[in-house]
């Protein structure tokens, strides 16, 4: 059975950092591409960050280039998303993906972040 679980999500002051954790079962996951998506209320679900299965590529939003960091241990089936210098816009539900390609795809049930403004 297929899990992705979301973790590290909370409430934190503007400026602050949280590092969120997705942990995954039920398939290969070094054989699969991981991302970070977001969700905010009334807004469409945006790609956030994406890393290759071996972590040789990495890509990141602009709107949290220089203060997000994507990253995966293989060896413990975990993706992780730092982020520091938060703001008010990154407010949203984050979600984890696996992509191992067509009928290949995955998502977690998200975490909230609440940055208050």
């Known amino acids: 059975q297929v899990q992705l679980v979301e973790s590290g999500g909370g409430l934190v002051q503007p400026g602050g950092s949280l590092r969120l954790s997705c942990a995954a079962s039920?398939?290969?996951?070094?054989?699969?591409?991981m991302s970070w998506y977001r969700q905010a209320p009334g807004k469409e679900r945006e790609l956030v960050a994406i890393?290759?299965?071996?972590?040789?590529?990495?890509r990141l939003a602009d709107s949290v280039k220089g203060r997000f960091t994507i990253s995966r241990d293989n060896a413990q089936n975990t993706m992780y998303l730092q982020m520091h210098s938060l703001k008010p816009d990154d407010t949203a539900v984050y979600y984890c993906?696996?992509?191992?390609?067509?009928?290949?795809?995955?998502w977690g049930q998200g975490t909230q972040v609440t940055v208050p403004s």
């Open positions: 993906n696996a992509d191992g390609g067509p009928n290949y795809n995955y």
């Open positions: 039920g398939f290969t996951f070094s054989n699969y591409a």
């Open positions: 890393i290759s299965s071996g972590s040789g590529y990495t």
